[in-house]
């Protein structure tokens, strides 16, 4: 019965992955937990809530729920609904306080972004310890005493995630199209909605194959809104489809232009559409839509003090820390998806963004102003390029 | 009165958000605000919960009485920092990026009104009823509480028509922020709940909106 609860809501939620689904917050005992358990904090998207539940069979532990607006860590925490006032608060508000005697907060790391663990530890007292990025490796994070291996700390892009995408375009395309088609062009839905759901899942499950080539670097703005790469794979599969749609017709005999032109253009409509954002919808590239896609990261060597903050919080695993001489580096700062999270938690403030024509944004700026669609970060960042 | 959600999309902009809200309420939340701190007195020291750009806090202070405001969102911070030296209530007024699980940290029994316009409604449950528990420390005896906020109709029809109304908005407002108001269920109860006496309640038209007034008991 929960099996089958979990599949619909996974299935429900992904097809919907853009909306937020909010549950309910404060706090959920996980097994028994007793006065020395750990103590988790996540968001209050459903999925995430109830994917952690399964991650942490057999563990016993305390889950804190904040109140992220029903979005999942990254998302909310990057664009400003996921804050330290949301742990702060739970923390306060749940009753967590009375029932374990230490004060140790284990926090998703993709919370770095948005939520600052200085805060909470000044406001607060409890000491944050930047988790795993993802729910199940969360096991073994806490039987290898709070030590997260390199794997650990990095976002991937696996097949299971590439497909949740695949559908998380398709699903809500077909449905806001496939209505108008009704009237006009009946007999098309079908192959319409076939040739949606067949793209986005071409698009996002060859991703390794073509991903070498995106790269927002170089890139104008004004022309920023398709993620094709220099390789232009989904231009290659809209030619391969004309070629299908021409093969086809001579097949079976019966040749005509007009249905090689209305399928060529619809399809041609339906990849522009799938490669707005391909890199975006990723966890492993910047999205091509932000102006904070061209920022770089730069380490100031005098401030840093090589505590390591900016190597636990990178999903990415841009940084290098030298425990001798007291001292990082970011040796790949190519994968930088520019999150963020290292400036937010750097106790120093060692580390900043440069725009490409030399201005510099500052850690107090990022942890001010959060990444949204309207959200100021964004306005000034474009206002200056 | 369903255009409350839309502040939502404001509030993801804090420099439009006087404006819009006085276009989207018709000034009925002006009128609102007005009528509750009708209430307030010359010397008192009032608490705003949730004050965003200060609404409330100015009419507070224009008032005569001495203001803090708290929110968690220093963007609406800064234009309310902004409101008070150009009406040049320095003096008087006070505001704090921190949110109501960190009124623990007020002294008790030291405010003479604590009032929220708009604030309850963005509560988690747990939330809200913390702050109502602490409210109800930090307001000296015979202190006030005043509320305007979002409520959940009572009535089932009102409920309905609440509802066909919202969603269109609802909707709306998903798309552009990702995020929604949560009108407060049972109000007035929970409020009697956490020890105070309700003195008076309007409600609007569709049920939908309290203007509250509560009062901490003279015994403490």
Redesign the interface.
Same mark, same amino acid.
């Given at each position: 019965m929960n099996l089958l609860k979990f599949l619909v809501a996974t299935i429900v939620e992904t097809l919907l992955r853009v909306?937020?689904f909010p549950c =309910? #917050?404060?706090l959920v005992k996980i097994g028994n937990p007793d006065r020395n358990a750990p103590v988790l904090l996540t968001c209050n998207y459903h999925l995430t809530v109830e994917r952690l539940r399964r991650a942490l069979k057999g563990v016993d532990a305390y889950l804190l729920v904040a !109140?992220s607006?029903?979005?999942n860590v990254w998302?909310a925490s990057t664009?400003g609904?996921f #804050?330290s006032?949301d742990v702060?608060? +739970?923390? =306060? #508000?749940?009753g967590i306080e009375g029932l374990v005697d230490h004060r140790d907060l284990i926090l998703p790391q993709l919370a770095a972004t948005g939520v600052e663990s200085k805060i909470i530890g000044k =406001?607060t007292g409890w000491k944050v310890i930047w988790g795993p990025v993802l729910a199940k490796d969360i096991p073994a994070f806490l039987q290898n005493k709070l030590e997260k291996t390199s794997q650990m700390r990095q976002t991937e892009f696996p097949p299971m995630q590439r497909i949740e995408m695949a559908v998380a375009w398709a699903f809500p395309i077909s449905i806001i199209l496939a209505p108008f088609m009704i009237p006009f062009w009946r007999e098309a839905v079908f192959p319409f909605i076939s040739l949606v759901w067949g793209l986005s899942f071409s698009i996002f499950l060859c991703f390794p194959l073509y991903s070498q080539w995106l790269s927002p670097e170089g890139r104008r703005v004004g022309f920023i809104f398709f993620d094709f790469g220099r390789g232009g794979f989904q231009l290659i599969l809209w030619g391969a489809i004309i070629l299908g749609l021409i093969t086809y017709s001579m097949a079976v005999g019966d040749f005509r232009w007009g249905f090689i032109l209305r399928w060529g253009f619809m399809s041609l409509i339906i990849v522009l559409l799938l490669s707005i954002d391909v890199m975006g919808s990723t966890p492993v590239l910047k999205s091509g839509l932000h102006g904070d896609r061209l920022l770089k990261i730069h380490l100031d060597e005098r401030k840093c003090k090589g505590v390591g903050v900016c190597e636990q919080v990178c999903p990415r695993d841009c940084y290098e820390v030298d425990r001798d001489r007291h001292t990082a580096r970011i040796p790949r700062a190519r994968r930088c998806v520019k999150c963020g999270a290292c400036m937010v938690q750097c106790p120093f403030d060692a580390l900043y963004f440069q725009s490409p024509r030399g201005e510099i944004l500052t850690p107090e700026t990022v942890r001010?102003?959060k990444l !949204?669609? +309207?959200? =100021?970060r964004l306005v000034k960042v474009e206002g200056r390029l | 009165m369903s255009t409350y959600i839309l502040m939502k999309v404001l509030e993801? *902009?804090p420099s439009r958000y006087d404006k819009g809200i006085r276009v989207l309420t018709l000034g009925g939340l002006e009128r609102a605000y007005d009528r509750l701190t009708s209430h307030i007195e010359e010397g008192q020291k009032v608490l705003d919960l949730g004050c965003g750009t200060g609404a409330l806090t100015l009419r507070a202070a224009l008032k005569g009485a001495k203001v803090k405001g708290i929110d968690?969102n220093?963007?609406m911070l800064d234009i309310a920092r902004g409101k008070i030296v150009e009406a040049n209530l320095a003096s008087k007024v006070e505001v704090c990026e921190?949110?109501? *699980?960190?009124l623990?940290g007020e002294r008790r029994e030291s405010y003479d009104v604590v009032m929220g316009g708009l604030c309850l409604s963005e509560l988690?449950?747990?939330?809200l009823?913390?702050a109502l528990r602490q409210v109800k420390e930090i307001l000296k005896p015979a202190g006030l509480l005043l509320i305007a906020d979002e409520v959940r109709p009572k009535s089932i029809s009102k409920l309905m028509l609440n509802w066909l109304i919202r969603l269109p908005l609802v909707v709306f407002t998903?798309l552009?922020?990702?995020? #929604?108001t949560k009108p407060v269920m049972d109000l007035p109860e929970k409020i009697q709940g956490a020890g105070l006496v309700i003195e008076s309640v309007r409600l609007s038209r569709m049920e939908d909106f309290i203007e509250l007034v509560a009062r901490k008991p003279k015994g403490g």
């Open positions: 909306l937020p =309910k #917050t404060g !109140n607006r029903g979005i998302c664009g609904l #804050t006032h702060i608060s +739970v923390l =306060k #508000t749940s =406001k001010r102003f !949204n669609l +309207v959200g =100021k | 993801y *902009a968690i220093p963007q921190m949110g109501v *699980a960190e623990g988690t449950e747990d939330e009823t913390y998903y552009i922020t990702q995020a #929604t």
